[in-house]
């Protein structure tokens, strides 16, 4: 039905259909009954481990995706104005690529942790997610100068724990190989618990991290990161979490 909220949800590098990023997120979606959820697999690409190769592939898969789009828009299946597109790590940036290519801008595009190696001061604004992609692009920072985006990307970006890694619980001595990619996966499991939670991530407006811990931003601006973030916020958002599941602390 075009008048239900339509929404995408594309997996990273090394992921598929079975991930967490699309499973969990769809699953969640359905329970709350919240319109069509579609789930995007490109594992077959996504499944080089020569990075460079999947990441030079985002531009062709974005194209796949709003090849599909388009064609379910002309026949009146969706509505532009109620599609939402969300993708984790090089996910974000094929829905960026998909929603430039799209007639008529998406409603909304959610990167959660895009990827930074190939893309940040390299990659030109054509061929990566920014806030130009959709009516109201919003992104969620968890390993930024790492295997994230550390620079703004949308209209609001938010910036857990500073957005930096190790976000809380995933320093592991024992396992120190797996701190990026546990802070990388971190985006989405916040995603994904603020569905059922809208109200458990509040954020607040700040120029920095340090600013943020000082308490000199306290009477700032409040939103909430997630499922939930108004489509008129703008700027660079701030808070804490937890640091096991439920990592709200709204």
């Given at each position: 039905m075009p008048d239900a909220l339509t929404r995408f949800i594309v997996h990273g590098w090394l992921g598929s259909e079975d991930s967490d990023i699309v499973n969990h997120t769809a699953v969640e979606y359905r329970r709350a009954e919240a319109g069509n959820v579609v789930k995007v697999d490109w594992s077959h690409t996504a499944a080089w481990k020569f990075y460079p190769l999947s990441a030079l592939q985002t531009a062709y898969i974005g194209g796949v995706i709003a090849s599909l789009i388009n064609k379910l828009l002309s026949l009146q299946a969706i509505s532009v104005k109620n599609l939402h597109l969300i993708g984790h790590s090089l996910g974000a940036h094929v829905m960026g690529?998909?929603?430039?290519?799209?007639?008529?801008?998406?409603?909304?595009?959610?990167?959660?942790?895009?990827?930074?190696?190939?893309?940040?001061?390299?990659?030109?604004?054509?061929?990566?997610?920014?806030?130009?992609?959709?009516?109201?692009?919003?992104?969620?920072?968890?390993?930024?100068?790492?295997?994230?985006?550390?620079?703004?990307?949308g209209h609001v970006d938010f910036y857990p724990n500073g957005g930096t890694p190790p976000q809380p619980g995933c320093f592991d001595m024992s396992q120190p190989w797996q701190l990026i990619g546990c802070s990388h996966a971190r985006s989405y499991y916040y995603y994904i618990e603020s569905i059922s939670d809208p109200d458990g991530f509040p954020a607040v407006k700040c120029d920095s991290w340090g600013q943020f811990k000082s308490g000199s931003c306290e009477n700032n601006t409040k939103i909430f990161m997630g499922d939930a973030t108004p489509p008129t916020a703008r700027g660079i958002y701030y808070l804490e979490t937890n640091s096991q599941a439920p990592f709200a602390k709204g």
């Open positions: 690529n998909a929603g430039s290519m799209i007639e008529g801008k998406p409603a909304r595009i959610t990167g959660l942790d895009p990827a930074k190696p190939g893309f940040e001061g390299l990659m030109a604004e054509k061929y990566r997610l920014d806030a130009t992609d959709a009516d109201f692009v919003d992104i969620i920072h968890s390993a930024a100068g790492a295997a994230g985006y550390y620079g703004s990307l």
